[in-house]
């Protein structure tokens, strides 16, 4: 298992503390459970986003593949060590169970190895797309009001290039969920600034193809 620790000042990252803390957590809790541990840091960094050094070379370390990976899944002392997103982390839990890995956030009891831990894990992930859904109808609902109001609301909005790029090079090896959670779990959000989801992906796959198509006519 890939044990990830991460503090978030450099004061904390000299002093050691909380990474000897973190360390000493999860490596009782693999004991426990007769894991071996290799171990991923990221000293000084917040956890505004997942694009993190070492939580990004980790992920990259969980390849779609089972048979071509030489670690199981990753496991850290507290959630927010990984994440202080709900969101965010719903979409590692996503990425974890199409690529089949476990994803073990010792204090919150979340083992998707274990029966238990998984049910947890979906919870956690139906309430996280619950709120985006409530979300997105109360925005839907501001709209069409504006709209009868003979306002307009909201903005063109285009994707970045670079993040497009991104989508198509996944698209080649992934499938539509497994795209839409590993571009969240890299921190790109979609032309409009929300998570990616199997239906948003699919639509800018489309659009991108068609662009690629008329520029080379």
Same mark, same amino acid.
């Given at each position: 298992?890939?044990g990830?620790?991460?503090?978030?000042t450099?004061e904390?990252a000299n002093?050691? +503390?909380?990474l000897?803390?973190q360390?000493?957590?999860?490596?009782?809790?693999?004991d426990?459970?007769?894991?071996n541990?290799?171990?991923?840091?990221?000293?000084?960094?917040s956890?505004? &986003?997942?694009?993190?050094?070492?939580?990004?070379?980790?992920l990259?370390?969980l390849r779609?593949?089972?048979n071509?990976?030489?670690v199981?899944g990753?496991?850290?002392?507290k959630?927010d060590?990984?994440s202080?997103?709900?969101?965010d982390f719903a979409?590692?839990?996503?990425l974890?169970r199409?690529?089949?890995?476990a +994803?073990?956030a010792i204090?919150l009891g979340?083992?998707?190895s274990?029966p238990?831990?998984?049910l947890?894990?979906?919870?956690?992930m139906?309430?996280?797309?619950?709120?985006r859904?409530v979300?997105?109808?109360?925005?839907?609902a501001?709209?069409?009001a504006?709209?009868?109001q003979?306002r307009?609301?909201?903005?063109? &909005?285009?994707?970045?290039?670079s993040?497009?790029d991104?989508?198509?090079?996944?698209?080649?090896?992934?499938? +539509?969920?497994?795209t839409a959670?590993?571009l969240?779990?890299?921190g +790109?959000a979609t032309?409009?600034?929300?998570?990616?989801?199997?239906?948003t992906v699919?639509k800018?796959q489309?659009?991108?193809?068609?662009?690629g &198509?008329a &520029?080379?006519?």
């Amino acid at each position: 298992m890939i044990g990830y620790l991460r503090v978030s000042t450099d004061e904390q990252a000299n002093s050691g +503390l909380g990474l000897v803390a973190q360390q000493e957590t999860i490596q009782r809790y693999a004991d426990a459970h007769g894991w071996n541990v290799v171990w991923h840091e990221d000293a000084g960094v917040s956890a505004k &986003s997942l694009d993190r050094p070492q939580l990004q070379a980790a992920l990259a370390r969980l390849r779609p593949t089972p048979n071509h990976r030489d670690v199981d899944g990753i496991v850290v002392a507290k959630l927010d060590r990984l994440s202080r997103s709900v969101v965010d982390f719903a979409g590692v839990l996503e990425l974890a169970r199409a690529r089949k890995w476990a +994803l073990v956030a010792i204090d919150l009891g979340v083992d998707t190895s274990t029966p238990t831990g998984e049910l947890v894990a979906n919870v956690m992930m139906s309430v996280a797309q619950w709120e985006r859904r409530v979300i997105g109808e109360r925005t839907s609902a501001a709209m069409q009001a504006a709209k009868r109001q003979g306002r307009h609301m909201g903005r063109v &909005s285009t994707l970045l290039r670079s993040t497009g790029d991104r989508l198509l090079i996944l698209r080649t090896t992934l499938t +539509l969920a497994e795209t839409a959670a590993q571009l969240n779990c890299e921190g +790109l959000a979609t032309a409009s600034g929300a998570q990616w989801s199997a239906d948003t992906v699919a639509k800018a796959q489309k659009r991108l193809q068609r662009q690629g &198509s008329a &520029s080379e006519a």
